[in-house]
């Protein structure tokens, strides 16, 4: 089974949570530091949630610059898996990995609470144990997670089915149907092939059955099934 290497850039805080979820999965997971020339025989990576140096500049621009970025982008050239959670998803839109940008939330304010995401597409390396169409109340933290793309861009995604999570609005629930303001509520999209995600929520945090529910853990679940039968290339 490949094993899966997390990055910890300086400011990453979710790390600990995102491998204890790939390893109650049944999968290999192995820390990384940001100064790692290689990622081993890794033939998958997260990139997790935090506040990568900071993101005095700009949330995830700095980040794309570290040492460790040379071999992800690698592995994605040779068809390898990568994803990216919350601060994640902004290094890979920096590093130029998956399109668009993350901008300051529209209310100019952190939002940080659980949320209603609909799930897309399943055909993905993380939410195949996820049915289409299905909603989860996820947990979100961050200032700057509203995506925004140019037009053609955004057309590309939606022709190209590569809208992975959306933020919907649920009956009887107080959670808002798009916390920052994305476009068309987007939380979270993919490459054509489906082996690089980047996401806002954290699915990480609601993961162990301990927190009360685990709706979470399926993506990673997900990604150890698509690594046991070869990831799609």
Same mark, same amino acid.
């Given at each position: 089974?490949? +094993? /899966?290497?997390? &990055?910890?850039? !300086?400011?990453?805080?979710c790390e600990t949570e995102t491998l204890a979820?790939? *390893?109650?999965?049944?999968?290999?997971? /192995?820390? @990384?530091?940001?100064?790692?020339?290689?990622?081993?025989?890794?033939?998958?990576?997260? =990139?997790?949630?935090?506040?990568?140096? %900071?993101?005095?500049?700009?949330?995830?621009?700095?980040?794309?610059?570290? !040492?460790?970025?040379?071999? /992800? #982008?690698?592995?994605?050239?040779?068809?390898?898996?990568?994803?990216?959670?919350?601060?994640?998803?902004?290094?890979?839109?920096?590093?130029? @990995?998956?399109?668009?940008? =993350?901008?300051?939330?529209?209310?100019?304010?952190?939002?940080?609470?659980?949320?209603? /995401?609909?799930? *897309?597409?399943?055909? +993905? &390396?993380? +939410?195949?144990?996820? #049915?289409?169409g299905e909603v989860i109340r996820?947990?979100?933290?961050?200032?700057?997670?509203?995506?925004?793309?140019?037009?053609? +861009? =955004?057309?590309?995604?939606?022709?190209?089915?590569?809208?992975?999570?959306?933020?919907?609005?649920?009956?009887?629930?107080?959670? $808002?149907?798009?916390?920052?303001?994305?476009?068309?509520?987007?939380?979270?999209?993919?490459? $054509?092939?489906?082996?690089? &995600?980047?996401?806002?929520?954290?699915?990480?945090?609601?993961?162990?059955?301990?927190?009360?529910?685990?709706?979470?853990? #399926?993506?990673?679940?997900?990604?150890?099934?698509?690594?046991?039968? %070869?990831?799609?290339?």
């Open positions: 089974m490949s +094993t /899966v290497a997390v &990055v910890s850039f !300086p400011g990453s805080n979820a790939i *390893e109650r999965a049944g999968g290999n997971a /192995v820390l @990384l530091d940001y100064r790692a020339k290689s990622l081993g025989d890794a033939g998958a990576v997260i =990139l997790p949630g935090g506040f990568s140096y %900071g993101d005095y500049l700009r949330s995830g621009a700095i980040a794309r610059f570290a !040492p460790v970025m040379d071999a /992800v #982008r690698k592995l994605a050239e040779d068809g390898g898996v990568v994803i990216g959670i919350c601060n994640g998803f902004q290094v890979l839109c920096e590093a130029h @990995l998956l399109p668009g940008a =993350l901008q300051r939330n529209a209310q100019q304010r952190f939002a940080g609470r659980p949320v209603d /995401v609909r799930i *897309e597409r399943t055909d +993905t &390396v993380c +939410t195949g144990e996820y #049915r289409d996820i947990p979100i933290g961050h200032g700057e997670g509203r995506y925004v793309a140019d037009a053609a +861009t =955004l057309a590309a995604l939606e022709r190209d089915n590569r809208i992975v999570m959306r933020y919907v609005p649920v009956d009887g629930t107080d959670a $808002p149907s798009n916390p920052n303001g994305a476009t068309d509520g987007i939380a979270g999209i993919c490459d $054509p092939t489906g082996r690089i &995600v980047g996401f806002m929520p954290h699915p990480e945090r609601q993961a162990d059955p301990a927190l009360g529910s685990d709706l979470g853990q #399926r993506v990673f679940s997900s990604l150890v099934a698509s690594l046991a039968v %070869g990831a799609p290339a």
